[in-house]
């Protein structure tokens, strides 16, 4: 008889305490196959360095990684607490092809009935943006920016052929901007909002698990 192919595993990846405390605490009910949530710093060469030790570990081999936390969002009408999928990630090292976002926004419009989600592509910053920056990167064709998503998913694609995905919640907006996640109610929206999102992100992984060769 013979055994079962081991899947793929899920590499969840964010930046900061409060969005991996979001995830450590939220719904982890669900998952099809084994996952790590990863804390990995913030700033892009934070990332990528995390990113990049992680995938270099046997255990990862074939992982699909999802980027994911809290965006700025640039798109007017967009408000804390809306979700971000992405089609594509972006930074001035290249652009990286999201997979199968049409069904991360299906799962997520079910597991958060009510809640409005945004596609489109998803830039990378080395800092935080505000003011005059964030309409120059509307303008480019940008719905939303972050700084760990594009180098995440970067380092993911160069260690290998693999699954990649994005998925952010708006904590501050053009007519929302945010000055420190907590202190008002945008930030405590966008957090509730992670804390709700794995179940999506586990539904999207059982759909894509390939056998390990």
């Known amino acids: 008889m013979s055994k079962r192919p081991v899947p793929a595993p899920l590499l969840i990846a964010c930046a900061l305490g409060i969005e991996h405390l979001a995830l450590r605490t939220g719904d982890r009910g669900g998952a099809g196959g084994p996952y790590t949530v990863v804390r990995t710093g913030m700033g892009p060469r934070a990332a990528e360095r995390s990113i990049t030790g992680r995938l270099a570990a046997p255990a990862f081999a074939g992982a699909a990684v999802l980027a994911t936390g809290f965006c700025a969002g640039l798109a007017p009408g967009m408000h804390p607490g809306d979700l971000v999928v992405a089609e594509e990630t972006r930074d001035p090292r290249g652009t990286v092809p999201c997979v199968a976002s049409d069904l ?31 309409s120059d990167l509307r303008a480019t ?27 952010r919640v708006v904590v501050d907006a053009p007519e929302h901007e945010l000055v420190r996640i907590g202190t008002v109610r945008g930030g405590i929206s ?24």
């Open 104 to 134: 991360l926004v299906k799962e997520l419009t079910r597991v958060l009935p009510g809640r409005t989600v945004h596609t489109g592509p998803l830039t990378g910053s080395d800092h935080v943006v505000r003011g005059v920056e964030r």
């Open 141 to 167: 064709g940008a719905i939303a920016v972050d700084m760990e998503s594009a180098a995440t998913l970067l380092a993911a694609v160069r260690a290998g052929v693999r699954t990649v995905a994005a998925v």
């Open 190 to 213: 966008a957090f509730r909002v992670l804390r709700s999102v794995l179940p999506a992100f586990f539904e999207w992984h059982r759909s894509l698990l390939l056998p390990r060769r």
